[in-house]
């Protein structure tokens, strides 16, 4: 057996986590998102969500107290647990004392090198995250080379309705993370399940991850080029947005819609990443430049 898996059919211990913050003195920080999860019922669903096996490694992202920390290391190999919250970390230790297959890393997940963290080793990714980081730390977890296998993330239920959005309701942020895997919302979590309850409810989103992007590297940081300049005008019709975006006259930009295949009238929500992929295609002859400074590879854009 793993070292942290407890016998079937035992039940996971739970701490009075609620206890353990009054006895360390803390109150969840706002301007960090604290939202602590501690129903039984929704980490169940988190866990659930998770699908492990108990080989694992498991990168936890906002381990808070442990609370979802303890269920993941008893169902998994591995825990690396991130806490960018030194003052959760003496409250944290003691919670996980006993766990001896719990890695406790100090540190910004948006800072941290993710190759180095995770040693190489197929990995996880399971995360109650603070809302306010959920479109940086979705790059950042799709655009490392180190990529994991799959990601289960709790986020505001609105953001996951968009990153599954069909074609006709699209965001960049799902484009983006369509590029890069297949996403689904596999469970529901109410406000009241967090401590202190946050203004909206969340969602469980899973994120299976590609073993390569959908189009080919070297395209990536047009491709993005391209979205970015028709969703920053996204009410527009492409013709107009992509033309102010990019610097193109409108005809040629018409011709580029034309070529795709796409109504001349369309919006870039409208988009799939299959017409997206068309629409390159056609502009590319065209010389769309990169700009000075910009980062390529980037998906860009918030949720």
Known sequence: MSPGRRPAGAPEP????????RRHGIRPDKRLGQHFLFEPAALERVLAAAELAGNET????????????LQLAAAARKVIAVEVDPRLIPALREAVADRPNIELVVG???????????????YVVVANIPYYITSHLLRRL??????????????????AERVTAEAGKHSLLALGVQLYGSAVVAGRIPAGAFHPPPAVD??????RVHERPRIAPDLIAPFFLLARAGFNQKRKQLRNSLSRGLGVEGNVVAEW????????DCRAED???????????????????WPAGDRPGSAGGEA
């Open 14 to 21: 739970r701490p009075d986590f609620r206890g353990l913050l």
């Open 58 to 69: 498991v990168l936890e992202i906002g381990a808070g107290v442990g609370s979802l920390t």
């Open 108 to 122: 910004d997940i948006l800072r941290l090198d993710l190759p180095g963290l995770i040693g190489g080793s197929p």
């Open 142 to 159: 799709l655009e490392t080379p180190a990529r994991a296998a799959r990601l289960v993330l709790t986020v505001q239920e609105e953001v």
């Open 202 to 207: 969340s969602a469980i989103l899973v994120v």
């Open 257 to 264: 819609i034309e070529a795709a295949g796409l109504r001349p």
């Open 271 to 289: 988009l799939g990443l299959k017409e997206w992929e068309r629409l390159l295609s056609a502009a590319r002859p065209g010389g769309i430049k």
